[in-house]
């Protein structure tokens, strides 16, 4: 419609006549407007179109950098572009929590202590003393049920129950409100992640651990664990069953990782910056 009115008018401007009067010379007329118009519109519609590029590449990035930052809930290991570990101690509080405080407390290092509520249960007094010495508390859920092998039919109410009783045995003894946990065993499938979200938790797994093995000695254990560590490494230890060998050789772990270089933090510290 536009291009007619061009048309008509450039020609009634040159001649005064009517299009259908000449149409030789209005078809020459529309030729030369046509092209021009079309390399305007050519023009336009490639700006047009490079704006729409532009702001829809910006509008994907911001979603997708949002998304990575509130979206991701289960997590094995910290950013890898950083050196930074984390130190993780499951079930307790039990046999070997004292023993273990005091050493992250002369290393002055603050770890993460995935607690079972039955534990604190028993041990209130030693679940409010790992808090009070500034560790980072996370929900291991209350009786370690193993998810792998519970056929109920009512699973994933099961997994919430568990998460709730841990959260309040948590809750009661430190006064602290867990945001991060860990299912017994390391169940993660799609369904626990779901039900851990809603309840409004982060799933941490580990990078390595190793300390449940019967056959290691201390130092073979230590070389183990040694060598697991890179950037982002989450260690798993426990201290509720009394294995020995894990206080032999942890003071000199937390020696090492720093002269290799690394920060120990905790795990809400580890991947806070992914
Ligand atoms: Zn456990």
Same mark, same amino acid.
């Given at each position: ?15 005064? $006549?009517?299009?259908?009067?000449? +149409? @030789?010379?209005?078809? &020459?007329?529309?030729?030369?407007? =046509?092209?021009?118009?079309? &390399? ?8 047009? @179109? ?11 990035? @911001? ?20 050196? /930074?570990?984390?130190?993780?101690f499951?079930?307790g509080p039990?046999?070997?929590t004292?023993?273990i405080l005091?050493?992250l407390?002369?290393? %002055?290092?603050?770890a993460?202590f995935?607690m ?10 030693l679940a409010k003393e790992v808090a009070a010495a500034g560790h980072e508390i ?15 039919? =009512? ?12 959260? @309040?045995?948590?809750?009661?003894a430190t ?8 299912? +017994? ?20 797994? *580990?990078?390595?651990?190793?300390? *449940? $093995? ?15 560590? /890179? ?8 201290d509720? %069953?009394? %294995?020995?060998?894990?206080? $032999? ?8 990782? &720093? $002269? ?15």
């Open positions: 419609m536009r291009h007619i009115l061009i048309i008509y008018t450039c020609h009634a401007a040159c001649c005064g $006549e009517r299009l259908s009067c000449h +149409p @030789a010379r209005s078809r &020459r007329v529309y030729k030369f407007i =046509d092209s021009a118009t079309t &390399r305007r519109m050519t023009i336009a519609a490639a700006h047009l @179109a490079l704006r729409m590029f532009i702001f829809a590449a910006l509008l994907f990035f @911001a979603v997708s950098s949002a998304f990575a930052e509130n979206g991701k809930i289960f997590y094995s290991d910290g950013p890898s572009d950083q050196k /930074k570990v984390a130190l993780t499951d079930d039990g046999a070997n004292e023993r005091e050493i407390k002369e290393k %002055n290092v603050k993460t995935f079972l509520g039955v534990s604190v249960v028993k041990h209130p007094e996370g929900n291991h859920t209350y009786g370690h049920v193993s998810f792998f092998a519970y056929k109920g039919a =009512d699973k994933e109410a099961k997994m919430e129950s568990e998460i709730a009783k841990g959260e @309040a045995a948590i809750k009661k006064v602290t409100t867990p945001v991060i946990m860990r299912y +017994p065993y390391g169940y993660s499938k799609k369904e626990a992640i779901a039900v851990a979200k809603k309840r409004g938790y982060k799933v941490i797994n *580990w990078t390595f651990g190793c300390d *449940w $093995e019967k056959k290691p000695t201390a130092e073979e254990m230590h070389q183990k664990y040694l060598g697991a560590l /890179k950037n982002g490494s989450i260690f798993l230890m426990h509720l %069953n009394g %294995n020995p060998r894990v206080p $032999e050789f942890l003071g000199k772990f937390i020696d090492e990782i &720093r $002269e290799k270089g690394y920060d120990i933090v905790t795990v809400s510290e580890l991947i806070k910056a992914e």
